[in-house]
């Protein structure tokens, strides 16, 4: 038997990030951590700690320097990569309804001592897919709610697994 393939080459949809602009963003990633790009922390004074800020009229996202060990200050940290500064804000962003369905990039500029960020408009919106059409996450890109297809499932009240 003489194999006779009419290959096609595969989509790949993998890019490096590229800064969308000039100047502070901050992005909201999907775990809920917020990260400033070295315009934005250096625009905040290279903060050991932030306060988290929101104006929810607006929606906007503030963030005020203050020290290290303040009640009222989430500590910022380093990404291995030494040009990303991240907070932990799950909890604010679920407290005021941030959605964290994707990572979303944002324009960020300093009004008087804070840093703020309009959140209605993204500059770029990220997702990750895998080769099976999913997200980093094993979530189903097209429909979040559904569990990867076959995957194995408890049937419904019978102990039964079933197939899907």
Avoid: W
């Avoid at 380093?78 to 804000?89: D, E, W």
């Avoid at 001592?113 to 996450?137: C, F």
């Amino acid at each position: 038997m003489v194999l006779k393939p009419e290959f096609e080459s595969f989509p790949v949809t993998y890019q490096k990030h590229k800064q969308s602009r000039e100047g502070p963003t901050i992005s909201v990633q999907r775990r809920g951590a917020i990260a400033f790009n070295r315009e934005a922390f250096d625009a905040l004074g290279c903060p050991e700690s932030v306060e988290l800020l929101f104006d929810p009229q607006q929606r906007i996202i503030g963030f005020h320097k203050v020290p290290s060990g303040n009640r009222l200050g989430t500590p910022v940290t380093t990404h291995a990569s030494g040009s990303t500064y991240l907070v932990n804000a799950r909890a604010f962003c679920v407290f005021y309804g941030i959605d964290l369905s994707e990572a979303r990039l944002f324009a960020a500029e300093m009004v008087g001592s804070h840093l703020a960020a309009d959140i209605k408009t993204p500059l770029q919106i990220t997702t990750r897919h895998s080769l099976a059409g999913y997200s980093g996450m094993g979530e189903r890109v097209a429909n979040r709610g559904e569990p990867p297809v076959g995957s194995i499932h408890a049937g419904e009240g019978s102990g039964d697994a079933t197939h899907r």
